[in-house]
């Protein structure tokens, strides 16, 4: 028997026509009912169901716990803003107290300066403590930096009055 190859080439083409044979098999269909029984185990649709409702019972109980989850941890927000703003105000405070003091100290240590160089005691300079006072509340200037120009002045040579005048001018 003689062996031989064929080679064929196909063009095919969709039917033009496919929305009509479409739309015939749905006419033709649509007159067509059925009954239709399903045979189930009772036994199992009975533990199928009582799944659903333990799944459901598990879901309202996860609800009610994120929903107490939620403002627990909305509460424990609260309470720490407010611990954290007064422990900020608490530092804030103490921070001005210790610069404060820090400061005060400062005050004195240049009285005293003041004190040796003009050979007066510091109750006797007690004009030059409120003539400073008042100068760096009026004008804003540093009070240490009032008495350290006071001790420069006293230094020059100028008196304790004449010290205070020039403070005045000064600042």
Same mark, same amino acid.
């Given at each position: 028997?003689?062996?031989? %190859? ?55 109980? /996860? ?8 403002? %627990? ?69 540093? /009070?240490?930096?009032?008495? %350290? ?23």
């Amino acid at each position: 028997m003689a062996g031989f %190859n064929l080679t064929a080439q196909l063009q095919l083409q969709a039917p033009k026509n496919t929305s009509k044979v479409v739309g015939d098999i749905r006419k033709q269909l649509s007159g067509i009912t059925a009954n239709i029984k399903v045979k189930a185990d009772v036994r199992t649709l009975a533990q199928a169901n009582k799944h659903m409702q333990s799944i459901g019972k598990s879901a309202a109980t /996860s609800s009610k716990a994120v929903g107490s989850l939620n403002r %627990n941890l909305t509460e424990a927000a609260r309470r720490f803003s407010v611990i954290t703003v007064a422990t900020g105000t608490m530092l804030s405070l103490a921070r001005a107290i210790k610069n404060s003091v820090g400061e005060a100290i400062a005050f004195e240590r240049e009285l005293v300066k003041i004190s040796q160089v003009t050979g007066k005691t510091v109750q006797n300079l007690q004009g030059l403590t409120q003539e400073v006072t008042k100068l760096s509340t009026a004008w804003g200037a540093s /009070s240490k930096e009032l008495l %350290n120009v006071s001790r420069v002045l006293a230094q020059a040579g100028f008196s304790a009055e004449k010290t205070r005048q020039a403070l005045d001018i000064l600042a």
